[in-house]
């Protein structure tokens, strides 16, 4: 089992930045996809961003540019860095991490809500 808790949402202007944290515990030594996706009202899940085993990270077209996905593998920790934010960013984000057998793991989710 993966246990995933992220942290780092909250307010912010358009053109703001915030850094999403994602801390893994558990069963993660067989991990081989680790990212984030977003759900805004009224609208399915949807991928913000992977990155892999081998660090070689993916984004979805609407975050090229803006958004970097990044690890820290000696804290366990999957962080999402969003810069030039835009109303349209505003979700509820989710870490994710899929297993070598294909288990999914989600966290909890946490609020970005960006609004002048």
């Known amino acids: 089992q993966v246990q995933l808790v992220e942290s780092g949402g909250g307010l912010v202007q358009p053109g703001g930045s915030l850094r999403l944290s994602c801390v893994a515990s558990?069963?993660?030594?067989?991990?081989?996809?680790r990212g984030w996706y977003r759900q805004a009202p009224g609208k399915q899940r949807e991928l913000v961003a992977t990155?892999?085993?081998?660090?070689?990270?993916n984004y979805a077209d609407a975050v090229k540019g803006r958004f970097t996905i990044s690890r820290d593998n000696t804290k366990n920790t999957v962080y999402l860095q969003m810069n030039s934010l835009k109303a349209e960013d505003t979700a509820v984000y989710y870490c994710?991490?899929?297993?070598?057998?294909?288990?999914?793991?989600w966290g909890q989710g946490t609020q970005v809500t960006v609004s002048s």
């Open positions: 994710y991490y899929r297993h070598v057998t294909g288990d999914e793991y």
């Open positions: 558990g069963s993660i030594f067989a991990i081989n996809i």
């Open positions: 990155i892999t085993r081998g660090n070689s990270p």
